[in-house]
């Protein structure tokens, strides 16, 4: 078993982030992004598309950013739609600790115990 994890594992098994395709044929049919997403019920508000490559002849993989979870994910399926596995990241593994928490001290929040008060 392989000791990979993480973006390591997504990077090894399908290529660095973003190498892949816009769009792919499956079947008969061919499936931007977007519309891939939805048809595989991950079209959720704030998630967004990456990449999507075929794995084998009836094996493929959709990677989007789950903004919900913070995390890259990387989605098997076949070629009837149906899930086969996921690996996930966090999206600091690409952007580095520094860069992310950067991002969470540069956004507004008001705190729900001091109402008024942003910080």
């Not at 390591?8 to 098994?13: G, P, V």
């Not at 019920?41 to 789950?66: I, K, N, T």
């Not at 070629?79 to 950067?102: K, L, N």
Request: charge should be negative; aromatic fraction near 14%.
């Amino acid at each position: 078993m392989s000791d990979l994890r993480g973006r390591a594992l997504i990077e090894n098994r399908f290529g660095k982030l973003g190498s892949g395709q816009d769009s792919i044929v499956i079947g008969d049919a061919e499936y931007d992004l977007p519309t891939l997403l939805t048809r595989l019920d991950l079209g959720f508000e704030d998630s967004w598309p990456v990449d999507v490559q075929m794995v084998s002849e009836a094996h493929f993989c959709v990677r989007y950013y789950d903004g919900q979870d913070q995390r890259i994910v990387a989605h098997e399926f076949d070629s009837s739609f149906a899930f086969i596995g996921e690996t996930r990241a966090h999206v600091a593994e690409w952007v580095g600790d520094d860069a992310y928490f950067q991002w969470f001290r540069s956004v507004p929040f008001r705190c729900p115990l001091v109402p008024g008060d942003d910080f």
